[in-house]
């Protein structure tokens, strides 16, 4: 790293984690300084990213440095120490609004083109696309994943366990998937002997479309094809449409719009399609007239059809005869199928589960619901979930273990590296991926509309991930399995890599090998009698693992302590899940109370010190580190998180009482005593003036908040929101 390069790097977001940095940020330099650690940020936002992206569209003074493509640079040194914040991983209503904001605040971006005909409406709608989705996310993670529940946080949440719904035997809940024609049956993988560049095209009556060319493996790459049929897909929509009526449940669909920014929008859009079928039967030519796009779901397309009051009134003749939709908000009449983000499923599945399979209504209430998940790769760990839940009853938080997680993500591991290789098909034919030798890797017989793509996983990631495996079991002697499945052909080919290196180093005792859904069973099994377990996963099941069990143990996956162990030595300390980010931003907005837990950040941040002592040998970091983890425990100990309601102790107040057990922790420890007698004088000021700060973040509460924007606020507008404590500035500086 350089000498001008900060040693630890602070990323800059978006939504509620942003908004609780302009609080916490300040004091984490401050206390940093004192050990001669220098803490600086990187824009990795939604909106710095689309202004990184337009340069030539703006002035000097406007221009942003593109900071995502310098942290892709530096999380591939040796001694990069980056705390990651949940960004806003971008679909395509969020990306069009924040653009328009960004114009508004006079920031001359080009219009986001919906149906680009121009080359040069497409070369815009080219750099558009590389910021929606999880685009920043398969920059940073040079390495493996390693989540778990930081000790302190675990022993908090059995001591003070969480209200969890009640589960009956006879609840109507239940999971709906594909079975046959969608991803999970027509994939095909394969493991290279050698590097190989490979083209993929698509061959018709008509001739040969190149799709993608170029796209280069190294040896030992898992590379994988498969296809979803657009007319499996209507026909298993249509019919859970129909059973979820026959039923009397609530119809929900839970896909990841945001990660799987080019399949799931498509999928997204055969739902909106099917529920509103006899509409679009009847008027589909009048509204892609209108441009409407089913895609950007119902919302866009009621903006869209607005001043149609034909079209509007068979939409609600067609709502009339449909089942009940589960609700995002209710009271604003927002439905599931509204908004392609608004609906994650790693986030809506395990609340839903929590809640004892109830979702909420358009009634307002809760309701037995039909959870719709079309593919069928990892739905059955939410169908296993359900039915464990029905015939055992809730877990009980109190006396429940816990269930870590390593998990393969290094170098776009899997199907969240999908993008650049995931097309909707133009024309039936056949799609194959040919090697640069003229082999035929992969090729699949497929109908227009289809939902192709492919993923790989590379040798040197899978190796680490198996290894860290392998250092976890040790460190703790949990059980440990890996979640594959030996008849889904991805998984088959981790499993030739998994088995030889277990046996070569002498552990293949210690590890089970089962599929998910057997998995899942297992997992709740061993942490219901109050034991621990280690899920070793792939990339997606990584990201809804870490969501489902923190739900279930911790009532939230924020809390989670996430290490990624980058594969050149450098550490990337996560903070937690940002999905429930935009209903806090818009209660400050409201009411000037920002709900937003920074517990995840200050996990993060006491690894980040005590890597950086390891890594640069400064023994005051590794004390500044101990200190964080003894304020942690202080603000589960003393109660001191954010409460839902406005008028009581928000984020601001967590990070005055964090400030405060921090500076007490270090004046009171003697393994270095400069640290002590510096932090002294602090801890007194902070302790002397409570009742004056405490005052002060009380006052600020109540009225509406003027940020200056929601994707790209005010600078100086969000400072004065986040620290409205003069007393308390003054001490921090």
Same mark, same amino acid.
């Given at each position: 790293?350089?000498?001008?390069?900060?040693?630890?790097?602070?990323?800059?977001?978006?939504?509620?984690?942003?908004?609780?940095?302009?609080?916490?940020?300040?004091?984490?330099?401050?206390?940093?300084?004192?050990?001669?650690?220098?803490?600086?940020?990187?824009?990795?936002?939604?909106?710095?990213?689309?202004?990184?992206?337009?340069?030539?569209?703006?002035?000097?003074?406007?221009?942003?440095?593109?900071?995502?493509?310098?942290?892709?640079?530096?999380?591939?040194?040796?001694?990069?120490?980056?705390?990651?914040?949940?960004?806003?991983?971008?679909?395509?209503?969020?990306?069009?609004?924040?653009?328009?904001?960004?114009?508004?605040?006079? %920031?001359?971006?080009?219009?986001?083109?919906?149906?680009?005909?121009?080359?040069?409406?497409?070369?815009?709608?080219?750099?558009?696309?590389?910021?929606?989705?999880?685009?920043?996310?398969?920059?940073?993670?040079?390495?493996?994943?390693?989540?778990?529940?930081?000790?302190?946080?675990?022993?908090?949440?059995?001591?003070?366990?969480?209200?969890?719904?009640?589960?009956?035997?006879?609840?109507?809940?239940?999971? *709906?998937?594909?079975?046959?024609?969608?991803?999970?049956?027509?994939?095909?993988?394969?493991?290279?002997?050698?590097?190989?560049?490979?083209?993929?095209?698509?061959?018709?009556?008509?001739?040969?479309?190149?799709?993608?060319?170029?796209?280069?493996?190294?040896? #030992?790459?898992?590379?994988?094809?498969?296809?979803?049929?657009?007319?499996?897909?209507?026909?298993?929509?249509?019919?859970?449409?129909?059973?979820?009526?026959?039923?009397?449940?609530?119809?929900?669909?839970?896909?990841?719009?945001?990660?799987?920014?080019?399949?799931?929008?498509?999928?997204?859009?055969?739902?909106?399609?099917?529920?509103?079928?006899?509409?679009?039967?009847?008027?589909?030519?009048?509204?892609?007239?209108?441009?409407?796009?089913?895609?950007?779901?119902?919302?866009?397309?009621?903006?869209?059809?607005?001043?149609?009051?034909?079209?509007?009134?068979?939409?609600?003749?067609?709502?009339?005869?449909?089942?009940?939709?589960?609700?995002?908000?209710?009271?604003?009449?927002?439905?599931?199928?509204?908004?392609?983000?608004?609906?994650?499923?790693?986030?809506?599945?395990?609340?839903?589960?929590?809640? #004892?399979?109830?979702?909420?209504?358009?009634?307002?209430?809760?309701?037995?619901?039909?959870?719709?998940?079309?593919?069928?790769?990892?739905?059955?760990? %939410?169908?296993?979930?359900?039915?464990?839940?029905?015939?055992?009853?809730?877990?009980?938080?109190?006396?429940?273990?816990?269930?870590?997680?390593?998990?393969?993500?290094?170098?776009?591991?899997?199907?969240?590296?999908?993008?650049?290789?995931?097309?909707?098909?133009?024309?039936?034919?056949?799609?194959?991926?040919?090697?640069?030798?003229?082999?035929?890797?992969?090729?699949?017989?497929?109908?227009?509309?289809?939902?192709?793509?492919?993923?790989?996983?590379?040798?040197?990631?899978?190796?680490?991930?198996?290894?860290?495996?392998?250092?976890?079991?040790?460190?703790?002697?949990?059980?440990?399995?890996?979640?594959?499945? *030996?008849?889904?052909?991805?998984?088959?080919?981790?499993?030739?890599?998994?088995?030889?290196?277990?046996?070569?180093? #002498?552990?293949?005792?210690?590890?089970?090998?089962?599929?998910?859904?057997?998995?899942?069973?297992?997992?709740?099994?061993?942490?219901?009698?109050?034991?621990?377990?280690?899920?070793?996963?792939?990339?997606?099941?990584?990201?809804?693992?870490?969501?489902?069990?923190?739900?279930?143990?911790?009532?939230?996956?924020?809390?989670?302590?996430?290490?990624?162990?980058?594969?050149?030595? #450098?550490?990337?300390?996560?903070?937690?899940?940002?999905?429930?980010?935009?209903?806090?931003?818009?209660?400050?907005?409201?009411?000037?109370?920002?709900?937003?837990?920074?517990?995840?950040?200050?996990?993060?941040?006491?690894?980040?010190?005590?890597?950086?002592?390891?890594?640069?040998?400064?023994?005051?970091?590794?004390?500044?580190?101990?200190?964080?983890?003894?304020?942690?425990?202080?603000?589960?100990?003393?109660?001191?998180?954010?409460?839902?309601?406005?008028?009581?102790?928000?984020?601001?107040?967590?990070?005055?009482?964090?400030?405060?057990?921090?500076?007490?922790?270090?004046?009171?420890?003697?393994?270095?005593?400069?640290?002590?007698?510096?932090?002294?004088?602090?801890?007194?000021?902070?302790?002397?003036?409570?009742?004056?700060?405490?005052?002060?973040?009380?006052?600020?509460?109540?009225?509406?908040?003027?940020?200056?924007?929601?994707?790209?606020?005010?600078?100086?507008?969000?400072?004065?929101?986040?620290?409205?404590?003069?007393?308390?500035?003054?001490?921090?500086?």
């Amino acid at each position: 790293m350089s000498d001008t390069t900060p040693d630890i790097i602070y990323t800059k977001v978006d939504e509620a984690p942003e908004l609780a940095s302009g609080s916490l940020l300040p004091i984490i330099q401050k206390f940093a300084a004192a050990a001669g650690v220098s803490v600086g940020t990187k824009d990795i936002s939604l909106a710095g990213r689309i202004l990184a992206t337009f340069p030539e569209a703006l002035s000097a003074e406007q221009q942003q440095s593109d900071d995502l493509a310098a942290l892709g640079e530096l999380v591939k040194q040796p001694d990069a120490n980056v705390i990651k914040l949940p960004n806003i991983s971008a679909s395509e209503p969020q990306l069009v609004a924040a653009v328009k904001e960004l114009q508004e605040q006079g %920031y001359a971006l080009p219009d986001y083109p919906y149906s680009p005909s121009t080359d040069a409406e497409k070369a815009v709608r080219a750099k558009y696309d590389t910021i929606k989705g999880s685009a920043v996310n398969p920059v940073l993670r040079e390495g493996n994943s390693d989540r778990r529940a930081a000790a302190a946080v675990k022993k908090f949440a059995q001591n003070n366990p969480h209200r969890m719904g009640t589960w009956s035997a006879d609840s109507k809940t239940r999971v *709906a998937a594909m079975d046959g024609d969608d991803f999970f049956s027509n994939e095909k993988s394969a493991t290279l002997d050698k590097a190989a560049t490979a083209k993929i095209v698509l061959e018709t009556a008509d001739g040969e479309t190149v799709l993608k060319e170029g796209v280069s493996y190294p040896e #030992g790459t898992v590379v994988d094809a498969t296809f979803m049929s657009a007319a499996a897909l209507d026909a298993f929509l249509a019919d859970e449409i129909a059973k979820t009526k026959e039923e009397g449940t609530l119809f929900s669909l839970h896909m990841k719009a945001t990660m799987m920014k080019v399949s799931d929008p498509i999928i997204f859009g055969h739902a909106v399609k099917q529920w509103l079928k006899p509409v679009f039967d009847k008027y589909g030519d009048k509204m892609a007239e209108l441009g409407v796009n089913a895609n950007g779901g119902l919302g866009s397309l009621l903006e869209r059809v607005k001043d149609e009051p034909e079209i509007l009134k068979a939409i609600e003749e067609v709502r009339a005869e449909r089942p009940p939709m589960y609700m995002v908000d209710s009271d604003r009449g927002i439905t599931n199928l509204h908004v392609p983000s608004d609906v994650i499923i790693d986030a809506s599945m395990p609340a839903l589960i929590r809640a #004892g399979g109830k979702g909420w209504g358009p009634d307002g209430k809760e309701h037995d619901t039909n959870c719709v998940i079309p593919d069928n790769s990892y739905a059955p760990v %939410y169908d296993a979930s359900i039915e464990f839940f029905k015939k055992n009853g809730a877990l009980n938080p109190a006396t429940a273990g816990t269930v870590q997680n390593i998990g393969l993500m290094a170098q776009k591991a899997e199907e969240y590296g999908s993008h650049p290789t995931t097309f909707e098909m133009p024309k039936a034919g056949t799609v194959k991926m040919i090697l640069d030798d003229g082999t035929v890797l992969h090729a699949h017989d497929v109908a227009e509309g289809d939902i192709w793509r492919s993923a790989s996983a590379r040798k040197a990631p899978i190796e680490d991930w198996v290894n860290l495996a392998i250092e976890r079991q040790k460190a703790t002697g949990y059980r440990s399995i890996f979640w594959l499945d *030996a008849n889904r052909a991805h998984d088959a080919e981790l499993i030739a890599y998994v088995k030889p290196i277990l046996e070569a180093k #002498g552990v293949a005792d210690k590890f089970e090998i089962m599929a998910p859904r057997d998995a899942t069973i297992a997992s709740l099994e061993t942490i219901t009698k109050g034991e621990n377990t280690i899920a070793i996963t792939g990339n997606v099941l990584r990201d809804y693992l870490t969501d489902l069990f923190p739900i279930l143990e911790l009532a939230t996956s924020a809390k989670m302590l996430s290490i990624v162990k980058l594969m050149n030595g #450098g550490g990337l300390f996560e903070t937690g899940a940002g999905g429930s980010a935009p209903k806090h931003v818009q209660q400050l907005q409201k009411e000037n109370h920002l709900r937003w837990d920074s517990l995840g950040e200050f996990c993060a941040l006491g690894e980040s010190f005590k890597f950086l002592a390891d890594q640069k040998d400064n023994a005051k970091a590794r004390v500044l580190g101990e200190a964080v983890e003894v304020a942690t425990q202080g603000i589960l100990d003393h109660d001191r998180s954010p409460s839902r309601k406005a008028g009581e102790p928000d984020n601001r107040d967590s990070h005055y009482w964090f400030a405060r057990y921090w500076a007490e922790a270090l004046a009171a420890q003697s393994d270095d005593p400069e640290l002590a007698a510096h932090f002294a004088p602090i801890a007194k000021a902070l302790a002397d003036n409570e009742s004056a700060i405490v005052s002060e973040l009380a006052d600020a509460q109540g009225n509406p908040a003027d940020l200056g924007g929601y994707y790209h606020g005010d600078a100086d507008k969000v400072s004065s929101v986040m620290r409205p404590s003069a007393t308390l500035n003054g001490i921090i500086g």
